[in-house]
Structures are given as C-alpha cells and as structure tokens.
C-alpha cells in the first residue's frame, strides 16, 4: 500500500496517457505492476503472470501451453478512479489460478474504508474463507435489488437495462473499479464503509480477465453463480481465452443463482426484455 500512497500524494504530478482502448495508464500503474510481479517471483521464481500493464515479466500462453499456476495481476483496477483525487474506488488486485480456476486472491483498496482506511481482502478457495482487514467476511446474503451493469459512459443504455428498471432493480452503470463492484455482489462492507453499495448481480460486457478473476473467486467461494450472458459457465478460464493478446471474457454475469438466471433469461427475451419475476 505505501507504493499506492506514494504516488496518490501526487497524483496531479503523474503523467497520464490513453491506452487503445480509451482506459488510462499512468506510471503508478507500472510500478505497482513491476513490484508486484518481483513479489511474486520472490516465492515463486518460475511463475507465469498475465499482467495487464507492459511490467516486467508480463507473459502470454504459447501453443498448447497450458501451466499448472498462473498469476493474474491487476496494478491498479479503476485508474480513472486513482487520478481522481476526490475518489476512493480504486484497488490493487492479485488472483492465483490453479488448472485455470482461480484459487486465491488478494484485494487492496487503500482508500475505501471510511475515514479514507485501507480495506484489504484475502481469499482462499482451498480453505473456502474470505477475509477482510483479517477477519472473517460477512457475505452478502440479503437480497436487494440492486445490481451493477457497468459500461463506458461513450456506449448507449441496452435493452436489459429497460427490463431490470421495470422490474425494480436500481442500477449502477458507471464504470468504476469492476473488481469493487464484484466485491461488493460477493461480500456486505458496510461495517468498514458507511453506505457501502451492495448488489445482487454484477454484469459486465467484455470484461478483462484481471478485471473479473478475482471477482469470481470471491464468488465461488460465497456460493454464487457466474456465467456469460448465454448461461455459459466461465470456470475454468479457456486456454484460448487466456492465450488473447488481451485476454478477455466475452461478457461477464455474477450474482446469486436466481438472480443470474433470471437475468440471462432477460438478456434472451424480446429488444424490450418483458422481465419476468426474479
């Protein structure tokens, strides 16, 4: 967390440039990025590391490659966020992929907590515990109908968004921190953060694998369901999804089973989306 403090205390100093795909890097971002990857090395010298920035180390899959361990890694998830220096919805995420299923990951939000207090997650899938600021998670068990349905402020509202509007569901689409977000489907923060959103179902449309993996390992491990918008199951990754030059899902639904299901449902019906009752 220093790393990040150090570059947020200056953060109208950084240098900041739009990637191809209209996101923001900045040379916190590489930094963050080459600290963690020798971290990782550290303990594991041999490691593969899908990264998302051009740190050290950064690697892709070749021809029928496929390792046992994979580090994913994103430096900074919500840069946007980061150079605003009024924002809070930024973190550091690190996800652990055993046989292309994400086993373990680490979420750090140096900001998020009230008073500006880091929040920091550590999950693990063998020992099926979520821990925050190293204390046991309290999952997000109450249904609420609420859900986030990010996309770029550039892009149109789609049909589905008419339907979850019609049938009750307050939404969230502005693009913040996707990792956060799904952090937020998965666990209740609202006793370290006062007014903390908590959502029922997460969507998102060609999501970044270092945006969602450790998303989805906080899922499985809670009991929810995560697919593609089809009802296609994401886990384990597909080799050819990780082999992309910029590894990504075709689209990305996370939340509890009923909803996920009812929001696929949605996403098959009619240009209006007539909701039926989730």
């Known amino acids: 967390m220093d790393i990040l403090a150090s570059y947020r205390s200056r953060v109208a100093e950084l240098n900041v440039r739009e990637k191809a795909d209209r996101t923001l890097l900045t040379e916190a971002d590489l930094a963050v990025e080459d600290m963690v990857i020798s971290k990782i090395r550290a303990v594991d010298p041999d490691a593969r590391v899908l990264a998302e920035e051009s740190g050290s180390g950064s690697w892709r899959p070749g021809h029928d490659e496929e390792p046992e361990r994979i580090w994913v890694i994103d430096p900074i998830d919500g840069t946007a966020e980061f150079v605003n220096p009024h924002s809070t919805e930024f973190c550091s995420v ?5 046989r292309r299923e994400p086993a373990a990951a680490l979420i750090v939000a140096p900001e998020l907590g009230d008073g500006g207090k880091p929040i920091v997650v550590v999950a693990s899938r063998a020992d099926e515990t979520i821990r925050v600021n190293g204390r046991p998670a309290t999952y997000n068990r109450e249904p609420i109908r609420v859900a986030s349905l990010t996309r770029s402020a550039r892009s149109e509202a789609p049909p589905h968004e008419i339907g979850m509007a019609e049938a009750g569901y307050a939404l969230k689409t502005r693009t913040t921190s996707q990792t956060l977000d799904m952090l937020r489907t998965a ?24 945006d969602g993996l450790a998303g989805l390992c906080l899922g499985e491990i809670v009991g929810l369901m995560s697919t593609d918008v089809n009802g296609k199951r994401h886990l384990p990754v597909p080799m050819e999804t990780l082999a992309q030059p910029e590894p990504t899902f075709a689209s990305t639904v996370m939340g509890r089973p009923e909803a996920v299901k009812w929001f696929v449902e949605l996403a098959r019906d009619s240009p209006i989306g007539t909701p039926k009752s989730s």
């Open 94 to 98: 690190v996800c652990l992929l055993e």
């Open 187 to 210: 666990l209740d923060l609202t006793d370290l953060a006062a007014g903390a959103p908590r959502f029922d179902l997460f969507y998102r449309p060609r999501q970044k694998v270092w």
